[in-house]
């Protein structure tokens, strides 16, 4: 059926409502591991959100790819759609930097007028936050290397760049893991705790995305989905990427040497 129009009317699919049904228990099951240890629920709500987002993913590949449905207009507005998400992205974490500064400049009676609180000893910003900065830049690099090499037609090096991204982003996550367990003091401990864990918890759950975004692009590159004309994916996996480093670059300014 021919179009009289550029633009991609999107026929009905089951993964957004399932999606959301899925990010919805898995926050019910957060909860019950908090206070029942239960975690199970949690389990199974994490698999039915990764089938229903992996699904998801690859019906809009199939649209952009095999059905030819992303025209060059369609393409601009994802392009702004992305750069929107990343603006309340930056708005999101915005807030929690707020807070902090909040607490830290003028430190309230009820943690002794004094930051950090008295009994909480911060991480020391020349261990392992240094490395964690040292790998996150070091995959701000790779991915700038993946996409000039895409653009280049180098394949070879287009393949192997995204897959020490991925690498990269897989070393950051296990070495904040690696912190949290060693730290001394918990998400409970003051207004300290909750900022501390909140503000790295969600770039942690940020660089799990955007490791699996790059993985997503990595395997349509593979497939011949994409090319040098046709990289969406690739491109805004390596936008975001850079997003994740920046607010890295901030976080480990504030978060880390602020406390020192």
Known sequence: ???????????????????????????????????KKDEWFLFFSFTILSLSVFQWWRDVKRESSIKGDH???????IKMGMILFIVSEVMFFLSFFW?????????????GLKWPPKGIVPFNPMEIPLLNTIVLLSSGASITWAHQSLLSKNFKQTVLSMLITIKLGIYFSIL??????????????????????????????HVLIGTAFIMVALQSITSLKSNMINHLSME???????????????????IYWWNK
């Open 71 to 77: 025209t060059i207009v369609v393409k601009k507005m």
């Open 99 to 111: 807070s902090f500064f909040h607490a830290s400049l003028a430190p309230s009676v009820e943690i």
């Open 1 to 35: 059926m021919k179009k009289n129009h550029p633009f991609h009317l999107v026929t009905n699919s089951p993964w957004p409502i399932l999606t959301s049904f899925a990010i919805m228990n898995v926050l019910i099951g957060s909860v019950n591991v908090f206070y």
């Open 176 to 205: 904040q893991w690696w912190e949290y367990v060693n730290a001394s003091f918990t998400i409970s401990d003051s207004i300290f705790g909750s900022t501390f864990f909140l503000t790295t918890g969600f770039h942690g759950i």
């Open 236 to 254: 805004l996996s390596a936008w975001y990427w850079h997003f994740v480093d920046v607010v890295w670059l901030f976080l480990y300014l504030v």
